[in-house]
């Protein structure tokens, strides 16, 4: 794939996360002023695991973990800006990278008593969830910068 056409796959793929996680917010009541910065939040975590990969040839889990630390810190970034929730960015913006897909096959193959692929399906599914906790948690423990300032 060329330059310029890989940029505009990159770009869609962000124009996409960003409405869809506006609309993910929206059916979750987020207030209207917080809508652009959900957007960004869960594009900017798409578009680094799309980069992990395929660029970078990184497993799911691995390109979730990667990808959860920049969007947890911009959600943080986000939180203090808008005087907001660090909750109301966190689960807008980790949104499109959930493993639904992974739930339902793994739901699927339980309820079809397919054991090798239930298990299969389970652990990548554990794994991933496991990583996306891993990832926000890493980020959220990084004491925030404290303001020291004297009075006179």
């Known amino acids: ?57 990184c497993t799911a889990p691995v390109s979730v973990l990667v990808a959860t630390l920049p969007l947890a810190a911009l959600a943080r970034v986000f939180a203090i800006r808008h005087k907001a929730p660090l909750t109301v960015f966190l689960l807008s913006g980790i949104f499109p990278l959930v493993p639904g897909a992974g739930i339902y096959n793994t739901a699927y193959y339980f309820l079809q008593d397919d054991r090798a692929l239930f298990a299969n399906a389970g652990v990548e599914t554990l794994k991933i969830a ?23």
């Not at 990583?131 to 006179?152: D, E, F, R, Y």
């Open 1 to 57: 794939m060329s330059l310029p056409a890989a940029l505009l796959h990159y770009l869609c793929h962000f124009v996409v996360a960003v409405i869809s996680v506006v609309s993910f917010g929206i059916s979750f009541h987020v207030p209207r002023r917080h809508y652009l910065a959900c957007g960004l939040t869960g594009a900017v975590g798409w578009i680094v695991y799309l980069l992990c990969l395929n660029l970078l040839h």
């Open 130 to 152: 496991l990583a996306l906790a891993l990832g926000i948690a890493l980020v959220c423990s990084i004491p925030l910068p404290q303001n020291h300032t004297t009075q006179k």
